[in-house]
């Protein structure tokens, strides 16, 4: 973490967690606005002449589509199609951004480096060079406002301001997402917290991601699910147009042939207050399942009180349709419900590979 950002967030009364973020101990679990340190992110720059080239090469979106005024989703997938991690894209300048959790970044680091080869590109963490922090709710949008003059008004669009980026995120409600230097940092949170919004900790930005129906791939579920499994074609996280990149061609097969098996869906369960909680990669089960593999496990979750959670769960369509399926083996009966952006009536779709 960038040090002259943790002395400022342990002003305002917060202490560094474990996964590397701000946490406060007073938050209110419910804001109506609120600010979030988003340290447990990590920043990935890659610069160059021939950086959105060797990108293009790499990743399931079409880098081309990238201006100062439009972010995209993307990841980075294997020989196999399976998405070893996924992230949000941008542009300052000449260099490109990827923004993912920290734990995720070395290992993509390490191997997008083993690809570079001879492209007169550079790769280096930027994780501690800019601060990036959450800001939900009427509150933070006035203070942004005064400071931008503009908002994006569509999901995954851009404003700029200097060296500091504001991103509009998915949502029901107005979020976004502010990625700058320290000092620009400190200067809209004191704005925003004047304007009324308070201090909130990271699970409440990972809760509004599984809301909105935007995956996060951890390393528990690496190389668990091909992109369209959790929904990246249909939150502008995939182009089919783009030409080649790895693991292209199964992800090409499974959009053009056949019919997509499993999906992305938000699911809800109360479990007992001392259960386990059902961490990503949680295997589900259900007696209606067809396949011989477990019938979906959890993307991500996130508690909302009292035994109560909320998740993403990839699972096969006919499980989740028969309404049946559990977490574990002897867990609770999940209730499952389309992501707010819907299914496409008709969805073609390559058969699972193996």
């Known amino acids: 973490m960038n040090t002259d950002w943790q002395a400022f967030l342990e002003s305002?009364?917060?202490?560094?967690?474990?996964?590397?973020?701000?946490?406060?101990?007073?938050?209110?679990?419910?804001?109506?606005?609120?600010?979030?340190?988003?340290?447990?992110l990590g920043l990935i720059a890659v610069a160059g002449p021939e950086a959105q080239t060797f990108l293009q090469?790499?990743?399931?979106?079409d880098l081309r589509e990238l201006s100062e005024t439009h972010t995209q989703l993307s990841s980075h997938c294997s020989a196999k199609g399976r998405m070893l991690a996924n992230f949000r894209v941008l542009?300052?300048?000449?260099?490109?951004?990827?923004?993912?959790?920290?734990?995720?970044?070395?290992?993509?680091?390490?191997?997008?480096?083993?690809?570079?080869l001879r492209a007169k590109a550079t790769i280096d963490d930027a994780s501690d060079a800019l601060v990036c922090i959450g800001l939900i709710g009427a509150c933070a949008e006035t203070s942004l406002t005064q400071a931008?003059?503009?908002?994006?008004?569509?999901?995954?669009?851009?404003?700029r301001k200097g060296a500091t980026a504001l991103i509009r995120v998915a949502d029901s409600s107005p979020r976004y997402l502010l990625i700058g230097p320290a000092?620009?940092?400190?200067?809209?949170?004191?704005?925003a917290r004047a304007a009324g919004a308070e201090p909130a900790n990271p699970d409440l930005w990972a809760l509004q991601d599984i809301r909105a129906g935007i995956p996060t791939v951890l390393p528990e579920t690496s190389e668990s699910f091909v992109p369209q499994m959790v929904n990246m074609q249909?939150?502008?996280?995939?182009?089919?147009?783009?030409?080649?990149?790895?693991?292209?061609?199964?992800?090409?097969?499974?959009?053009?042939?056949?019919?997509?098996?499993?999906?992305?869906?938000?699911?809800?369960?109360?479990?007992?207050?001392?259960?386990?909680?059902?961490a990503p990669g949680t295997l589900l089960s259900s007696l209606n399942s067809?396949?011989?593999?477990?019938?979906?496990r959890v993307v991500d979750a996130r508690a909302t009180g009292n035994g109560r959670w909320e998740m993403l769960v990839v699972a096969e369509i006919s499980a989740a349709e028969s309404g049946e399926l559990r977490?574990?083996?002897?867990?609770?009966?999940?209730?499952?419900?389309?992501?707010?952006?819907?299914?496409?009536?008709?969805?073609t779709a390559q058969t699972e590979p193996a």
């Open 148 to 159: 931008f003059g503009r908002l994006p008004s569509e999901p995954n669009a851009m404003v």
């Open 327 to 347: 977490l574990g083996d002897a867990g609770p009966v999940l209730r499952i419900s389309p992501p707010p952006y819907g299914f496409p009536s008709e969805e």
């Open 183 to 191: 000092e620009a940092a400190r200067s809209a949170w004191e704005a």
């Open 234 to 278: 249909l939150i502008d996280g995939v182009s089919f147009h783009k030409g080649c990149y790895t693991g292209q061609e199964v992800v090409a097969r499974m959009q053009y042939l056949g019919k997509l098996k499993r999906r992305m869906y938000i699911a809800q369960a109360e479990l007992d207050v001392d259960a386990e909680p059902p």
């Open 57 to 61: 090469g790499q990743l399931s979106n």
């Open 12 to 40: 305002q009364g917060g202490h560094i967690g474990s996964d590397g973020a701000a946490q406060f101990d007073s938050a209110p679990a419910k804001p109506a606005s609120a600010l979030i340190d988003l340290s447990q």
């Open 290 to 296: 067809t396949s011989e593999q477990a019938p979906g």
């Open 91 to 116: 542009r300052f300048e000449e260099s490109l951004f990827l923004l993912l959790p920290r734990v995720q970044k070395d290992s993509l680091l390490k191997r997008l480096r083993m690809f570079l």
